[in-house]
T-cell receptor, first 113, second 110 residues
C-alpha cells in the first residue's frame, strides 16, 4: 500500500477564512512534505517534516502554518490567504532521511476568492 | 541556470513509438533520481526510482542515470494512449529536498 490520503479534494475559501488541509499515510514513513503546484508548473517544496520535526521551511509566508501531530498525520493551516495562493497543494511521504522515494497524495485543489 | 532542466515539450508520438524523455542537472550532490507521471488535475505517481548511476527497467519503462554527464533519461517502449500525461523528473541529495524539472507533456496518438 503506497497510499497518501489528502482531504478535502477541493476547497474554496475567502481571504478572511481559516481552513486546514489534512494528509494521512499509514506506510510507516517518517518524512512528510507539503508541495504547492500551480497550473502547468512543477511542484514547489514548501515544508518537510522529518520524525515529526520541521526540518525544511522554504521561506513560505506565515499565512501557511504546518503541523505534524504524529508520524501518520500532517496538516497545513491556512489563514488570510491571497488569490495568488490558489493552487494544487500536494502532500507526500517517504521512508526517512536520505532521499528515498516519495509518494504523493492526489492533492487539494484550493481556490481563494 | 536552473538546478534541473527539462524540456517542457509538448511531445506528440504515434501509438507504439519509443519515447525518450530527458533531464539535465547542475548539482553534483544529487544522487537520488525519480521519474513521476502526472495526469491532469491529479497528484504525481512515482514511476521509477534510481540511486546513483546505472539503468533500471520496469516493464515498458527504463530509467538511465549518467552522473558523469549529469543527465538522466526515461524510455517508454510500445507507448500507449494511456501514457499521455506530464512526466516530471525529480532528484535529491542527502536530505529530502526533491527538486523537480519543469515536466514534459506527452501525447500518444492512437
Amino acid at each position: 500500500d503506497t497510499e497518501v490520503t489528502q482531504t478535502p479534494k477541493h476547497l474554496v475559501m475567502g481571504m478572511t477564512n481559516k481552513k486546514s488541509l489534512k494528509c494521512e499515510q499509514h506506510m510507516g514513513h517518517r518524512a512528510m512534505y507539503w508541495y504547492k503546484q500551480k497550473a502547468k508548473k512543477p511542484p514547489e517544496l514548501m515544508f518537510v517534516y522529518s520524525y515529526e520535526k520541521l526540518s525544511i521551511n522554504e521561506s513560505v509566508p506565515s499565512r501557511f502554518s504546518p503541523e505534524c501531530p504524529n508520524s501518520s498525520l500532517l496538516n497545513l493551516h491556512l489563514h488570510a490567504l491571497q488569490p495568488e495562493d490558489s493552487a494544487l497543494y500536494l502532500c507526500a511521504s517517504s521512508q526517512g532521511e536520505g532521499g528515498t522515494e516519495a509518494f504523493f497524495g492526489q492533492g487539494t485543489r484550493l481556490t481563494v476568492v | 541556470q536552473k538546478e534541473v532542466e527539462q524540456d517542457p515539450g509538448p511531445l506528440s508520438v504515434p501509438e507504439g513509438a519509443i519515447v525518450s524523455l530527458n533531464c539535465t542537472y547542475s548539482n553534483s550532490a544529487f544522487q537520488y533520481f525519480m521519474w513521476y507521471r502526472q495526469y491532469s488535475r491529479k497528484g504525481p505517481e512515482l514511476l521509477m526510482y534510481t540511486y546513483s548511476s546505472g539503468n533500471k527497467e520496469d516493464g515498458r519503462f527504463t530509467a538511465q542515470v549518467d552522473k558523469s554527464s549529469k543527465y538522466i533519461s526515461l524510455f517508454i517502449r510500445d507507448s500507449q494512449p494511456s501514457d499521455s500525461a506530464t512526466y516530471l523528473c525529480a532528484m535529491s541529495a542527502f536530505i529530502n529536498d526533491m527538486r523537480f524539472g519543469a515536466g514534459t507533456r506527452l501525447t500518444v496518438k492512437p
